[in-house]
Structure formats: C-alpha cells, structure tokens
C-alpha cells in the first residue's frame, strides 16, 4: 500500500482554532469584568465587619472600668489605644480605605457613637445586615434610622434602598459595656 504524503504544513494553528481560542478569551473577560467589583466589594466590607467585631468589645471593655464615657468625640484616643487594627489607624485618626472612622460618646446614655463615611453601596449593605445583632443599640443610613431601639431587628429590605448611594454613612451606636 502505498503512503499519501501530505503537502499541508503542520506547523500553527488554523483560524478556526484561533478564532475559538479569542471566542473563549473574551467570554472569560467578560465574565471576570462583571463579577470583580463583587468580589473585591465583599472583601472590603468583610474586612471593615471584622474590624467593627473586633473594635466594639475592645472600646467595650476599655469603658467597663470607667463610670461614664466621656461626653465628647474621642476617635484620638481609640487610635492611640489601639483599639482598632493597626492598619487603620493613621496617626490620631482611624482610617478605613472609604475615609474617616469616628467615635463619640455620649455620656448621659453611657453609648458611644460610631460613624463610618463614605462607604459604597455594597459593603453600606453588607455592614448593616451584620449589625442585626443586640450589641448595637441603634443603626442609622444617611441619617434615616434603621434601628432605633435596643433588641429591634433592621429591615434588610429598607436597608437596600438606604444604601442606594456610592458614597453612604453608617452611624451605629453601642453601650459602654
């Protein structure tokens, strides 16, 4: 029998299999274009939750010691304590990557007062739905409250429509401890 040689040069690729190769590349693209913001907002908000988990019982436990909190902002004084992770702290401030963190207490009620500016609609989400819990005495969105008593449950489906903004402050206040 004899062999057929082929006169086709095997060397490359074929323009369906390039076209194929650029099809799949840009659905892959595509894909990573729409879900990125997603997944790089939900690390943020997990990072600035943990940080309220954390930082609430330190300034808790710090305030348990003493009859009252004091009657005025004292953000200075959380940083110098170190009461927030380190990386947020930036001198007498603490800093989160959307902008201030602040602290005031009110010494009447003996409950601190935190603010959060700046915070983009996704993780403004995302905080909120984890404050659900009985240490927060009071939630509010752009001023509009979503929790105003102790041991009251936030509506999550208010809690969409106040976080609508890209550029939204959460103020959620705690007791001394």
Known sequence: MKQIKSTRNQKGFTLVELAIVVAVGLILAALGWTFLPDIIGGNSAKKMITAIQKAVPSIQTHFSRQSQVPNTAFTDQVAQWQLVPADMISGNNVVTEWGNWTFVGTAASNT?????????????????REMNTR??????????????????????????????SDANTIAFSFSKG
């Open 112 to 128: 601190i007062t935190s603010t959060l500016n700046n915070v983009p609609n996704r993780e403004c989400r995302d905080i909120v």
């Open 135 to 164: 240490t927060y005495r009071t939630v509010s969105v752009n001023n509009n409250s979503l929790k105003a008593v102790p041991g009251a449950q936030i509506d999550l489906n208010e809690v969409a429509k106040q976080c609508a």
